[in-house]
């Protein structure tokens, strides 16, 4: 269903979208003043208000260049819902942390987003690569993609990707005999004990990417 959104605040949507889709980043209010040819940074304000209001865009008070297109917004202009890709994660022993390495935006396919679970997350998901065969038994191989979404609850069972000083792994989440372990599915590793306050989740599994035909 159209929200009837006019053809000018199209406009400011499909900059946003082709900005963050070019070079990875929403664009500033110099960048959209300029783009759209207005006359100053509260006329473009007032076009992202009027996006945010009508749920097509979400920004983050006090960060710069916080702009997120959401479902709603993608829907508006025709253009397919992208996720971010952040890097490289290891399936084996840790490697360096992702967290800043931000490379690009992928977009999801109508049949990923079909998917109910997906759906909800769509604004809390990012992409990772897989480095290595920790996790083969459950069809997760060396260069597969994952859909990884932001979460605060886990429970044992979960494939989550853990972080320590030493970077990142992506691992089965066990809570058993009173511990928790990071679990591989490859029997030629060892399961890690977590030691408290040396290891945080980042996010949890929901999709091999690279698995959907």
Partial sequence: MSLKITEKQKNVLNEIYESIKETGFPPTLADLKELLDLASNQAVLNYLNSLERKGLIKREEGQARSIKILPLGFKEISKPQMAPFVGISAAGPYIESFADAFTSWIPL????LQNEKINKAQDEVFIIQVSGDSMINIDINDG?????????????????????????????????????YLQPENPAYEKMVIIPGEVKFEGKVILNLSKVK
Avoid at 155 to 164: C, E, L, P
Avoid at 167 to 173: E, H, N, P, S
């Fill in 109 to 112: 396919s109508d049949k990923i």
């Fill in 144 to 180: 597969d993609m994952l859909l990884v979404k932001n979460s605060k609850e886990f429970k044992s069972g979960d494939v989550v990707i853990a972080r320590t000083d030493e970077g990142t792994t992506v691992k089965r989440f066990i809570v058993e005999g009173g511990k928790r």
